[in-house]
């Protein structure tokens, strides 16, 4: 992703943090009319965000990779959060969605992306499981490994944790799958 549009991405997460809230809102909102009004804009958002692939392989498995200090790891910023957090930004752009926090997005957003509530809650339990185990490894790794702080080794997991992911991993493909036919990418 070029950094100005990652730089651009990042900063549609703002929030109020302290002082007159009404002004973070009137700036979401001011935002939000110029961001619909650039259609292009989302496509290339979506385009940037298809870079990123969930870490699975075509027949389901997990797709691991060969970072130095971390063989047969799979990074789970990259290749999961990334995937929900970039879907979940796009659509609460095109949508209005005043929400910041990538699972108040998706449900938010499950509306017009088809989803029940059920499919939408599940969507938001994949992106929690698959921080959770990131910051699981977040805080198993030394210091000194930043390159390597979110990869874990899948077959170090329990197989219903393993199956776990998999589905969550799914689940970030199958959101990719409708932001590429939604932006005909």
Known sequence: MPKALLDAAISFDFRALYGDATLAIALREWVSARVNRQPAFLRHMAEAALQARPALNRLGGFATGDPPNAPGTLNLKLQGARIFIDAARIYALARGV??????????????????????????????????????????????????????????????????????????????????ALDYQL
Not at 118 to 147: C, H, K, M, N, W
Not at 157 to 164: G, K
Request: aromatic letters at 2%; glycine letters at 4%.
């Open 98 to 179: 005043p929400q910041t926090n990538t699972a108040d997005r998706l449900r938010a957003v499950r509306d017009a992306l088809g989803l029940s509530e059920t499919d939408a809650a599940a969507a938001a339990e994949a992106f929690y499981l698959v921080q959770g185990l990131r910051l699981q490894s977040q805080v198993s790794r030394q210091i000194g490994e930043p390159e390597t702080a979110n990869c874990i080794a899948p077959g170090r997991l329990s197989r219903i944790s393993q199956a776990a992911l998999k589905e969550a991993l799914r689940t970030a493909k199958d959101l990719q799958s409708r932001l």
